[in-house]
Structures are given as structure tokens and as C-alpha cells.
């Protein structure tokens, strides 16, 4: 049987007849491995013997063994994809200057970026805000924005969607994706997949897509025409059963499926649900489930398309054909989902969750894995602020919570007291793509406004929709007005607080927090609660449903147990309780049937690419090669190139290292390149003060990742990063070892450089968590870093950091650098074999400053041939650039 088949639609390659052909049940295969044969077989001209074909089918024997695997496109976000760019216009640069074309540095898959991640709220809570801050918007902005409209015009396969349209993901899952790709040239059908530079990509799951986040260093190695090469990983089955109850939301089940999952140590794994709860999610909460998957770790977190990812395609107005092509598709090449063969799908392991079991939640105060019963929210942050420093606590004195200032809020007192909530935003692409939950949100603070509640002006409330079309839903509702008038505004279509966007608080609260150190907190519809994540000044920061984040408006403070005491008092004076306002899951429903269709999407999306006319107003000349600007603080040509130019070989520091970090469990990508405000007394914010930048101009970190110049000064820079080796200095300093100095990072690193002296990191468990954030390994990488080693890795930071020809190594099992007595003083030398092989183990050399040695062996964290040649060329970027003709 030929696996090459066609029908009424177009050819496909059949994973079925791949299967057959191998003496292998098509049933036995999670769906999520299916798509990954189909990939192999396509890029193989359907040869079921080539190497990756055959791993595949026998995927449970080969768990490690790395694969191809070809995205059919690449999705970008602007703050990781301006970087992206900057780096395919310096590349494009340096190929004219070795003689080759322009050219021949372009995307050969669709690529769409999507400018959602810089907008800030610089106003909220009046109708004015969403028009003020897209203005400042522009004006931080139009250095960025001139690139990627330059980039659209110099590109081919490039588009981008401009600013104030909605984020990423949700236009993703609502718009972009096909589902199933179509070639009209070839008359070729194949699984639409997707790569994108942003963690949460993983959200295009929900829809029966394939995806998942990834460095913007492989991104672009994929644009270019390379595969990513990644180890066949485990799949989890996660069999749900049972019902959501009335009034338990898709939020709350995604916060305790990241707890359970976390505990069931799925990190860089396949999740793929599964069962006859699974039939009772519809789409936008499966997408919420999936858009999660960071959070609790695994690749991916794959649903399965059936009969709702049907009926999700025909409400968010996909034309017809591409309804028909992709049934048939999905249905004729064994990847829609069949109940019946649920007992016969091998899954490595099967989680079983049972929906009714989940209750109302919320997750913090610093991790979204940390999942907290709405009614144990109060003491158990009165148990945080008292705890040791760390991620479940403040490190401060349990008569903190007593905490109270007088405010002077613009002539108004108010009394600023521990536990107050201070930002409350209806935010993130996790919630707004889920109308149950906003009409939920909508539904509560009708009741609220119905009963005469209110909103202290302490507390910053702000919404930006991921799309749209929920403004249009919200406002056939009838809605809009009611959230309005507690101050949920749209104050703009983006990622905004989720991202780190929050913008000031009230002057006087600011002032009243550095001056106090109190311990307020925050409630977003988001994803991510890091420390000073959200806002520096705020230290709890909690995770929760659109509809919790407008109670705990409306409540104030932290220390109110909502589900005990009043959330406030009505017009009548009398005491109002959130089940009184709590909105049903059948009353939801109602209205979202009734207020809900494919028109809302359609006319929300029929002028996606056109732009307001602050972007059209950008005049952009076309060039095959970008013009940079010496004086432009945003925009910078990086030198990662400069070497291969001027033919010079590389060759890492491996040998006299001296320890820059000794960090401990859990740092994230955060904490090792911050995307939130940049301080004025930080190596950053000096750099830009002496190129005449004024602080209110500063913007953010993640906004000035095009230049390596700011971003080199921010890597490590975070103001809550906890480095050992600065002697109890919290934020982004070390001891500068010849001089036993504590210093600014960067400014021990220029003196290393000077010096000739490599640089190692010494990290503990999960380092690199949280976003695929490609400046979390460019950075230590200009500031003279060559080596990590930790007691694991984050999936995509570890790939990062290899992709940009840095030695990730790993503890052995049961060793620490405590354990090993290490504690960053010593020069370390790694001893490299002449022939490298993944994962093997290599010898550490560490000499102590009283010259004894302690020799320990580490596990190369190079998991592929390729990854090791990624190293000896200094990066895979510079491999490419190699290669192209």
C-alpha cells in the first residue's frame, strides 16, 4: 500500500497505510505522534524505512532519540520577534559581506508576527486610557515598528499584524490556523504545526494543532529551512472524566491541572488529553487548558480535533472549504479523534483527573504551579508574608501583616494596609480567548453595580482583550457598560499586565511601597506571577478566573476570605457575599449562545493586516540590507556575526572559569533577562541616560531586545534575583573575584573580559523556567558566559543556550554544587574529549583558592550531533549562515 494517497481534496501521506505497512495498529499511536509521522514521512518522499519514519512508529522504544521535525509556519510576537528580525538583518548583512546574496537570507515558511507585547498601561480606568496609551505606544515605538514594516517590505513569506489588533495566540487560534495546510501548487494536504517565539503557543493545541513555544534562535533556524531537532518524548495521556460544576470555570481546571501535572513531573513531555470529560470541553477551554502547558511543564498540551474543533472553526467564521477540507482531511488520515479507541491508545503513562473534583482557585503568590482553594486564600497568605524568602514566602514578620500608611490619593485619604490588592487586570490570551469566562466576568460585575459595590481607587483595574471580537460580544450583551463602570476600561488589544506591561501605579503608592516594603498584591487573568513580574513594588501575585480577578477588585485585599466574609457593602449599607453575585455556568451559557456567532469573528477579523493610522503613517524605504542607526537605542546590528565576517576561528573559554552566578532552585528566564520596567540606577538605565534618553522614556526590557547593548546590561539584572555571590545584595550583583568587590554584574563581567578570564554560571533545579526567551541565553553569552551548570533545565532554555554555542552541563544524579562543596570562589575548567557525543559525561575540574581541586563528572546537556555542532560553530545562526549559498 503506498502511503502517498489522494482524494476528493488534494494528496496526502497516509500515517495509516505508514502504520500498515510496519505491522502496526494506526489506534495504538497518541494522535501527538501521529502528526509527527505524517511530518517525517512528507520531508522522507514517504519512505517508510528512512530513519526518523521508523523511530516514529516505534516511538516508545526510542523515547530520546532525536528527530526531525519541519513547522509548517512560524508565529512571532514583537517582543521576541523583533530580535528574530534584527538577527535575519544582520545575517542577511553579513552574507553581502562574505560575498553571498541578500537573498539568500529569507523565510522559506509563512511567517506572521503579530505586534501585541508592547503596548503598556500607562492609563486605566476611564474611557480616555486605551487612546492615550496607544499614543504612547507610538511614541516609545516607532524605531521597532519601522523594522518589522521594513521587514514586511524586504521579505518574502513575512507579514505582520500591527499594533492594537489583539495577542498572538488568540489570533492564532481564532484566525491564522488553517488546521490543515493546502499547497495549490502541489495539490498537497498536511497537519498545519507551528513554532512560535512566545512559551504559550502551545495554546493552538486546543484546536487539534500541533505547536509549541521555542527560542527565537530556533525560530529562526527554522524560517531559514532548518528542522528542529529534538528527542522523541514521552506522551502522557491525561484521561478526563466527570463535569465541570456550575460556576467552576476553565481557569480553575487549568490551575489545578498545572498543580497535578507539575507533581507528575511531565517536563519536556507530551500531554495529550483524552476520555468522555474531554468530550465535554468545548474549544475555548480546551485552548485555555493547553495555552498552560508551560506552566505545568510539558511541550505540549495536545487535544485531540473532533466534533467541537468542527464547530470552532464555523464559529470564529473559517470559509466553509477550508471547514470541508479539513474534516475530511482530519477524518481520512487518522487524526480525528475516535472515543472507542481510547483503551487502545499506548500512551508512556495515563493520568486520570476527574473534572468534578476541580474547585474555584486561584494560584501564587510567585508561581502559577502553586494553586491555592479560594477559600484558604487568605491565611494562606498570611502564612506567605511570614514564611522564609522564597517562593512561598516574603521573608518578613508575621506583624507585617498589621502593615497600614496614610495616602493622599489626588485629595482624597486613603489608608494603604498589607494584603490590598493593587493592580486587578482582565488580561492574557490564557482567558480572553474564553468567552465563558468574560461573560462570566461581565455577569458579576452586573450584580456588583446592581447592588451598589464599588471599586477603591487604590486598585489599578484594566482589561485588554486578546482579540476584537470580544469587545463585539461584550457589548451585544449589554455587558461592557457594567465592568466599565467598576473601572475595567479596555485599555488596549495586547498582552499588557501579563507580560509585565502594568505600567506606574498611583504616585503615592509607589512612593508609599519603597518607603514601607509592605506586602500588597496582584490578581491577573494571566498566566505568569513571577516576582516583580507584574510590577517591582508588588510581592504576591496571584493567578485567577476573569470573574475572580473583579471580586477581588471589589473586595481590595488579600486577607478577605471570600468565600466567609463580605466582599462589601451594598447601596443598603447591608453586607454583600460573593455567592450572592456569583454567576451560574447556565447563565453564562445562555448568554453566550444568544450573544455569540460566526459574524462576531468575522467582521472582528476582515481588516486584521490594515492597520491604524498611527502604523500606516510609518514610511518605510524598501532595501535588500537594513539601515542602521549608530545613535538608535532600540535597534543595534549584534555582533554574533562579526568573527565569521573576518574568517577569525571560535573557540569557547572553557578552561580558568570564574563564577559569575550561584543561583539556587527555580530561576527563571525572568529573573536572567527581566521584560518589565528598567530601573534608572541599573547598567541599563545608565546606559540610556547617557545617550539622552529620559527615564519616562525608557519603555521596557522587553521592548529594547532589538539592541544588545541594553539587553547585555539587563541580563541578571533583575532586582528580585538572589545570587549567592552577592553577599546578601538582592538584585543583579556579584564579587568581582580579583578584588573581592560586589559589583553590578555587568560590570564585573567588562573587567573578566578585560582580563581575558570565562565566565560559568552555577544554577540549581528547573534554571530557565518560564518564557522561551532567547536574551536569557544571548545575554550571558555577551556578557562572557560560555558555560552553565545546573541541576536541570528548562526545556527551551537548555536548547537556547546550546543553539547559541554554550555548553549546558548537569549535575549527576544526587550531586548539587553544595554537595560538591562548591560555592563559586573556585576556577573551574571543563575537560573536553576530541570527539563529543550527546549526553556523555565530562569531567569538571574546580581549584579552590587554597589550591586543592575537587574533580567531578557532569552530563553534556548537547542531547544531538547537531546541537554539539552548533557549538563548535559558535551557534547555529553562524551554522546557517555557513551553509547558504
Given at each position: 500500500?503506498?502511503?502517498?494517497?489522494?482524494?476528493?481534496?488534494?494528496?496526502?501521506?497516509?500515517?495509516?497505510a505508514?502504520?500498515s505497512?510496519?505491522?502496526i495498529?494506526?489506534q495504538?499511536?497518541?494522535y501527538?505522534?501521529?502528526?509527527?509521522?505524517?511530518n517525517?514521512?512528507?520531508?522522507n518522499?514517504?519512505?517508510?524505512n528512512?530513519t526518523?519514519?521508523?523511530?516514529l512508529?516505534?516511538?516508545?522504544?526510542n523515547?530520546?532519540?532525536?528527530?526531525?521535525f519541519?513547522?509548517?509556519?512560524?508565529?512571532?510576537?514583537?517582543?521576541?520577534?523583533?530580535?528574530?528580525?534584527v538577527?535575519l538583518?544582520?545575517?542577511?548583512?553579513?552574507?553581502?559581506?562574505m560575498?553571498?546574496?541578500?537573498?539568500?537570507?529569507?523565510?522559506?515558511i509563512?511567517?506572521?508576527?503579530?505586534?501585541?507585547?508592547?503596548?503598556?498601561?500607562?492609563?486605566?480606568g476611564?474611557?480616555a486610557?486605551m487612546?492615550?496609551?496607544?499614543k504612547?505606544?507610538?511614541?516609545?515605538?516607532a524605531?521597532?515598528?519601522k523594522?518589522?514594516?521594513?521587514?514586511?517590505?524586504?521579505?518574502?513569506n513575512?507579514?505582520?499584524i500591527?499594533p492594537?489588533?489583539?495577542?498572538?495566540?488568540?489570533i492564532n487560534?481564532?484566525?491564522?490556523?488553517?488546521?490543515?495546510?493546502f499547497d495549490?501548487?502541489t495539490?498537497?494536504?498536511?497537519?498545519?504545526?507551528?513554532?512560535?517565539?512566545?512559551?504559550h503557543?502551545?495554546?493552538?493545541?486546543?484546536?487539534?494543532?500541533?505547536?509549541?513555544g521555542?527560542?527565537?534562535?530556533?525560530?529562526?533556524?527554522?524560517?531559514l529551512?532548518?528542522?528542529s531537532?529534538?528527542?522523541?518524548?514521552?506522551v502522557?495521556?491525561v484521561?478526563?472524566?466527570?463535569?465541570?460544576?456550575?460556576?467552576?470555570?476553565?481557569?480553575?481546571?487549568a490551575?489545578?491541572?498545572?498543580?497535578?501535572?507539575?507533581?507528575?513531573?511531565?517536563?519536556g513531555?507530551?500531554v495529550?488529553?483524552?476520555?468522555?470529560?474531554y468530550?465535554?470541553?468545548?474549544?475555548?477551554?480546551r485552548a485555555?487548558?493547553?495555552n498552560m502547558?508551560?506552566e505545568y511543564?510539558s511541550?505540549c498540551?495536545?487535544?485531540?480535533?473532533?466534533?467541537?474543533?468542527?464547530?470552532?472553526?464555523?464559529?470564529?467564521?473559517?470559509?466553509?472549504e477550508?471547514?470541508?477540507?479539513?474534516?475530511?482531511?482530519m477524518?481520512?488520515n487518522?487524526?480525528?479523534?475516535?472515543?472507542?479507541?481510547?483503551?487502545?491508545?499506548?500512551?508512556s503513562?495515563?493520568?486520570?483527573?476527574d473534572?468534578?473534583?476541580?474547585?474555584?482557585s486561584?494560584?501564587?503568590p510567585k508561581?502559577?504551579?502553586?494553586r491555592?482553594?479560594?477559600?484558604?486564600?487568605?491565611d494562606?497568605?498570611k502564612?506567605?508574608?511570614?514564611?522564609?524568602?522564597?517562593?512561598?514566602g516574603?521573608g518578613?514578620a508575621?506583624?507585617?501583616?498589621q502593615?497600614?500608611?496614610?495616602?493622599d490619593?489626588?485629595?482624597?485619604?486613603?489608608t494603604?494596609?498589607?494584603?490590598?490588592?493593587l493592580?486587578?487586570?482582565?488580561?492574557?490570551?490564557?482567558?480572553?480567548?474564553?468567552?465563558t469566562v468574560?461573560?462570566?466576568?461581565?455577569?458579576?460585575?452586573?450584580?456588583a453595580?446592581e447592588?451598589?459595590?464599588?471599586?477603591?481607587?487604590?486598585?489599578?483595574?484594566?482589561?485588554a482583550p486578546?482579540?476584537q471580537a470580544?469587545?463585539?460580544?461584550?457589548t451585544?450583551?449589554?455587558?461592557?457598560p457594567?465592568?466599565?463602570?467598576?473601572g475595567?476600561?479596555?485599555?488596549?488589544?495586547?498582552?499588557?499586565?501579563c507580560?509585565g506591561?502594568?505600567g506606574?501605579?498611583?504616585?503615592?503608592?509607589e512612593?508609599?511601597?519603597?518607603?514601607t516594603?509592605?506586602?500588597?498584591?496582584?490578581?491577573?487573568?494571566?498566566?505568569?506571577?513571577?516576582?516583580?513580574?507584574?510590577?517591582?513594588?508588588?510581592?504576591?501575585n496571584?493567578?485567577?478566573?476573569?470573574?475572580?480577578?473583579?471580586?477581588?477588585?471589589?473586595?481590595g485585599n488579600?486577607?478577605?476570605?471570600?468565600q466567609?466574609?463580605?466582599?462589601?457593602?451594598?447601596?443598603?449599607?447591608q453586607?454583600?457575599?460573593?455567592?450572592?453575585?456569583?454567576?451560574?455556568?447556565?447563565?453564562?451559557?445562555?448568554?453566550?449562545?444568544q450573544?455569540?456567532?460566526?459574524?462576531?469573528?468575522?467582521?472582528?477579523?476582515?481588516?486584521?493586516f490594515?492597520?491604524?493610522?498611527?502604523?500606516?503613517q510609518?514610511?518605510?524605504?524598501?532595501?535588500?540590507?537594513?539601515?542602521?542607526?549608530?545613535?538608535?537605542t532600540?535597534?543595534?546590528?549584534?555582533?554574533y556575526?562579526?568573527?565569521?565576517?573576518?574568517?577569525?576561528?571560535v573557540?569557547?573559554?572553557?578552561?580558568?572559569?570564574?563564577?559569575?552566578a550561584?543561583?539556587?532552585?527555580?530561576?527563571?528566564?525572568?529573573?536572567?533577562?527581566?521584560?518589565?520596567v528598567?530601573?534608572?540606577?541599573?547598567?541599563?538605565?545608565?546606559?540610556l541616560?547617557?545617550?539622552?534618553?529620559?527615564?519616562?522614556?525608557?519603555?521596557?526590557?522587553g521592548?529594547?531586545?532589538?539592541?544588545?547593548?541594553?539587553?547585555?546590561?539587563?541580563?541578571?539584572?533583575?532586582?528580585?534575583l538572589?545570587?549567592?555571590?552577592?553577599?546578601g545584595k538582592?538584585?543583579?550583583?556579584?564579587t568581582?573575584?580579583p578584588?573581592k568587590?560586589v559589583?553590578?554584574?555587568?560590570d564585573a563581567?567588562?573587567?573578566?573580559?578585560k582580563?581575558?578570564?570565562?565566565?560559568?554560571?552555577?544554577?540549581?533545579?528547573?534554571?530557565?523556567m518560564?518564557?522561551?526567551r532567547?536574551w536569557?541565553?544571548?545575554?550571558?553569552?555577551?556578557?562572557?558566559?560560555?558555560?552553565?551548570i545546573?541541576?536541570?533545565?528548562?526545556?527551551?532554555?537548555?536548547?537556547?543556550?546550546?543553539?547559541?554555542?554554550?555548553?549546558?552541563?548537569?549535575?549527576?544524579?544526587?550531586?548539587?554544587?553544595?554537595?560538591l562543596?562548591?560555592?563559586?570562589?573556585?576556577?573551574?575548567?571543563?575537560?573536553?574529549?576530541?570527539?563529543?557525543?550527546?549526553?556523555?559525561?565530562?569531567?569538571?575540574?574546580?581549584?579552590?583558592?587554597d589550591g586543592?581541586?575537587?574533580?567531578?563528572?557532569?552530563?553534556l546537556?548537547?542531547?544531538s550531533?547537531a546541537e554539539?555542532n552548533?557549538f563548535?560553530?559558535g551557534?547555529?545562526?553562524?551554522?546557517?549562515?555557513?551553509?547558504e549559498?
Amino acid at each position: 500500500m503506498s502511503v502517498v494517497q489522494t482524494n476528493d481534496m488534494g494528496q496526502f501521506w497516509s500515517i495509516e497505510a505508514a502504520a500498515s505497512a510496519d505491522n502496526i495498529q494506526i489506534q495504538t499511536l497518541p494522535y501527538s505522534i501521529r502528526i509527527l509521522l505524517e511530518n517525517a514521512l512528507r520531508k522522507n518522499d514517504g519512505d517508510v524505512n528512512a530513519t526518523d519514519v521508523q523511530h516514529l512508529l516505534n516511538w516508545q522504544k526510542n523515547v530520546g532519540t532525536p528527530v526531525n521535525f519541519y513547522p509548517a509556519r512560524i508565529i512571532l510576537q514583537d517582543y521576541t520577534g523583533v530580535p528574530c528580525v534584527v538577527d535575519l538583518a544582520s545575517m542577511r548583512e553579513a552574507a553581502v559581506k562574505m560575498g553571498k546574496p541578500a537573498e539568500s537570507i529569507n523565510p522559506a515558511i509563512p511567517v506572521d508576527l503579530v505586534v501585541d507585547h508592547s503596548v503598556q498601561i500607562d492609563k486605566a480606568g476611564n474611557p480616555a486610557a486605551m487612546a492615550f496609551n496607544i499614543k504612547r505606544e507610538y511614541e516609545r515605538n516607532a524605531e521597532r515598528y519601522k523594522l518589522l514594516k521594513w521587514a514586511q517590505k524586504s521579505f518574502t513569506n513575512f507579514q505582520a499584524i500591527p499594533p492594537d489588533t489583539g495577542i498572538i495566540h488568540q489570533i492564532n487560534i481564532e484566525h491564522l490556523s488553517p488546521v490543515v495546510q493546502f499547497d495549490r501548487k502541489t495539490n498537497a494536504l498536511y497537519p498545519d504545526s507551528v513554532f512560535g517565539t512566545d512559551s504559550h503557543t502551545t495554546m493552538i493545541n486546543g484546536l487539534g494543532v500541533l505547536g509549541w513555544g521555542v527560542g527565537g534562535i530556533e525560530a529562526e533556524a527554522c524560517m531559514l529551512g532548518e528542522p528542529s531537532i529534538f528527542s522523541i518524548p514521552e506522551v502522557i495521556g491525561v484521561h478526563l472524566t466527570g463535569k465541570l460544576p456550575s460556576g467552576v470555570v476553565a481557569t480553575d481546571l487549568a490551575l489545578s491541572m498545572t498543580q497535578v501535572l507539575r507533581e507528575n513531573q511531565v517536563v519536556g513531555k507530551f500531554v495529550e488529553y483524552f476520555g468522555s470529560g474531554y468530550q465535554q470541553l468545548g474549544v475555548a477551554d480546551r485552548a485555555t487548558l493547553a495555552n498552560m502547558a508551560p506552566e505545568y511543564g510539558s511541550t505540549c498540551g495536545y487535544c485531540p480535533f473532533d466534533e467541537s474543533s468542527i464547530a470552532y472553526l464555523k464559529l470564529t467564521g473559517r470559509d466553509n472549504e477550508l471547514i470541508a477540507r479539513t474534516t475530511e482531511y482530519m477524518r481520512g488520515n487518522a487524526l480525528f479523534y475516535q472515543n472507542r479507541n481510547d483503551a487502545q491508545v499506548q500512551y508512556s503513562k495515563i493520568v486520570e483527573f476527574d473534572l468534578s473534583t476541580v474547585t474555584t482557585s486561584i494560584a501564587g503568590p510567585k508561581r502559577p504551579q502553586d494553586r491555592i482553594a479560594l477559600g484558604q486564600a487568605a491565611d494562606d497568605f498570611k502564612q506567605v508574608v511570614a514564611a522564609p524568602l522564597g517562593n512561598h514566602g516574603f521573608g518578613m514578620a508575621r506583624e507585617n501583616l498589621q502593615d497600614s500608611v496614610l495616602l493622599d490619593l489626588d485629595g482624597n485619604q486613603e489608608t494603604l494596609r498589607a494584603g490590598d490588592v493593587l493592580i486587578a487586570a482582565l488580561t492574557s490570551c490564557t482567558n480572553t480567548s474564553n468567552p465563558t469566562v468574560l461573560i462570566g466576568a461581565g455577569l458579576l460585575a452586573k450584580k456588583a453595580v446592581e447592588k451598589g459595590l464599588t471599586v477603591s481607587p487604590k486598585v489599578k483595574t484594566s482589561f485588554a482583550p486578546g482579540s476584537q471580537a470580544v469587545t463585539r460580544y461584550l457589548t451585544a450583551t449589554g455587558l461592557m457598560p457594567y465592568l466599565e463602570q467598576l473601572g475595567f476600561n479596555i485599555v488596549a488589544y495586547g498582552c499588557t499586565t501579563c507580560i509585565g506591561n502594568a505600567g506606574p501605579l498611583h504616585a503615592a503608592i509607589e512612593e508609599a511601597l519603597k518607603q514601607t516594603d509592605m506586602a500588597c498584591t496582584a490578581v491577573l487573568s494571566g498566566n505568569r506571577n513571577f516576582e516583580s513580574r507584574i510590577h517591582p513594588l508588588i510581592k504576591g501575585n496571584y493567578l485567577a478566573s476573569p470573574i475572580l480577578v473583579v471580586a477581588y477588585a471589589l473586595a481590595g485585599n488579600m486577607l478577605i476570605n471570600l468565600q466567609e466574609e463580605p466582599i462589601g457593602k451594598g447601596k443598603d449599607g447591608q453586607a454583600v457575599y460573593l455567592k450572592e453575585i456569583w454567576p451560574t455556568t447556565e447563565e453564562i451559557t445562555e448568554y453566550a449562545n444568544q450573544y455569540i456567532n460566526s459574524d462576531t469573528y468575522k467582521e472582528a477579523y476582515k481588516d486584521i493586516f490594515d492597520g491604524r493610522s498611527e502604523w500606516n503613517q510609518l514610511d518605510v524605504p524598501e532595501s535588500k540590507t537594513f539601515a542602521w542607526e549608530d545613535e538608535s537605542t532600540y535597534i543595534a546590528n549584534p555582533p554574533y556575526f562579526d568573527d565569521q565576517i573576518a574568517n577569525r576561528p571560535v573557540t569557547p573559554r572553557i578552561k580558568a572559569l570564574k563564577t559569575i552566578a550561584v543561583l539556587g532552585d527555580s530561576v527563571t528566564t525572568d529573573h536572567i533577562s527581566p521584560a518589565g520596567v528598567i530601573p534608572l540606577d541599573t547598567p541599563a538605565g545608565e546606559y540610556l541616560t547617557a545617550h539622552h534618553i529620559k527615564g519616562r522614556d525608557f519603555n521596557s526590557y522587553g521592548s529594547r531586545r532589538g539592541n544588545h547593548h541594553v539587553m547585555v546590561r539587563g541580563t541578571l539584572a533583575n532586582t528580585r534575583l538572589n545570587n549567592a555571590l552577592g553577599q546578601g545584595k538582592q538584585g543583579g550583583f556579584t564579587t568581582y573575584w580579583p578584588t573581592k568587590e560586589v559589583m553590578p554584574i555587568f560590570d564585573a563581567c567588562q573587567k573578566y573580559q578585560k582580563d581575558g578570564t570565562g565566565l560559568i554560571i552555577l544554577a540549581g533545579q528547573d534554571y530557565g523556567m518560564g518564557s522561551s526567551r532567547d536574551w536569557a541565553a544571548k545575554g550571558v553569552k555577551l556578557l562572557g558566559v560560555s558555560v552553565v551548570i545546573a541541576e536541570s533545565f528548562e526545556r527551551i532554555h537548555r536548547s537556547n543556550l546550546a543553539m547559541m554555542g554554550l555548553l549546558p552541563l548537569q549535575y549527576a544524579t544526587g550531586e548539587t554544587a553544595k554537595s560538591l562543596g562548591l560555592d563559586g570562589s573556585e576556577t573551574f575548567s571543563v575537560e573536553l574529549p576530541a570527539k563529543l557525543l550527546p549526553k556523555q559525561a565530562i569531567l569538571v575540574t574546580a581549584q579552590r583558592v587554597d589550591g586543592t581541586v575537587i574533580d567531578f563528572k557532569a552530563t553534556l546537556r548537547l542531547d544531538s550531533a547537531a546541537e554539539i555542532n552548533y557549538f563548535r560553530m559558535g551557534g547555529i545562526l553562524n551554522q546557517v549562515l555557513a551553509e547558504e549559498k
